[in-house]
T-cell receptor
């Protein structure tokens, strides 16, 4: 089966610019997660979707980050405006349901903010 | 919220030796404990997981043990090989509608020849 797909794989932008990341989960996976992984650290959950509903966005910096999963399939994570501290790898993951959180990760998008 | 501590941060073993990585968690309600392997520049990959109703689980050369009373769990890799070299992350989570993986800080394992 196809895995979790993310694009772009790499993105370099200047601070204050907007940026968007896209994720397509494994077919049939209702739960979708966005994680941020800073260099040398473990992934941190930003937001979790059950179908199209964001059920946990407590760690999402809402002043500059937004996410959507309009049809309950693919998802977009946006940062506007980006700050230097946003440089990280943004990982998308999906699972059949909340019983198996974050089981299948995508390859990630490495964001560099200059 | 949940807090997961992981030790050691780096571990170097000779090929063929065993490696043990330990994690502790703070939330006694956590009931799902996966371990991920992440090679440089790659995605985290689930290598083994354990639920709170099980004390030990083994899959070929890797095993995980869980002590719910002490709130700690460990990853054991036997007969290590160079391809085991990677960063390993433990995590803890509540399943169900409150599911959320909290990761440890990672252990860089280096298997030397």
């Amino acid at each position: 089966e196809a895995g979790v797909v993310q694009s772009p794989r790499y993105k370099i932008i200047e601070k204050k610019q907007p940026v968007a990341f896209w994720c397509n989960p494994i077919s049939g996976h209702n739960t979708l997660y966005w994680y941020r992984q800073n260099l040398g650290q473990g992934p941190e959950l930003l937001i979790r979707y059950e179908n199209e509903e964001a059920v946990d966005d407590s760690q999402l910096p809402k002043d500059r980050f937004s996410a959507e999963r309009l049809k309950g399939v693919d998802s977009t994570l946006k940062i506007q405006p980006a700050e230097l501290g946003d440089s990280a790898v943004y990982l998308c993951a999906s699972s059949l349901g909340p019983g198996f959180p974050g089981k299948y990760f995508g390859p990630g998008t490495r964001l560099t903010v200059l | 919220g949940e807090n997961v501590e992981q030790h050691p941060s780096t571990l170097s073993v000779q090929e063929g030796d065993s490696a043990v990585i330990k994690c502790t968690y703070s939330d006694s309600a956590s009931n799902y404990f996966p371990w991920y392997k992440q090679e440089l520049g790659k995605r985290p990959q689930l290598i083994i997981d354990i639920r709170s109703n099980v004390g030990e689980k083994k899959d070929q050369r890797i095993a995980v043990t869980l002590n719910k009373t002490a709130k700690h769990f460990s990853l054991h890799i036997t007969e290590t090989q160079p391809e085991d070299s990677a960063v390993y992350f433990c995590a803890a989570s509540l399943t169900g509608t409150a599911s959320k993986l909290t990761f440890g800080t990672g252990t860089r394992l280096q298997v030397t020849l």
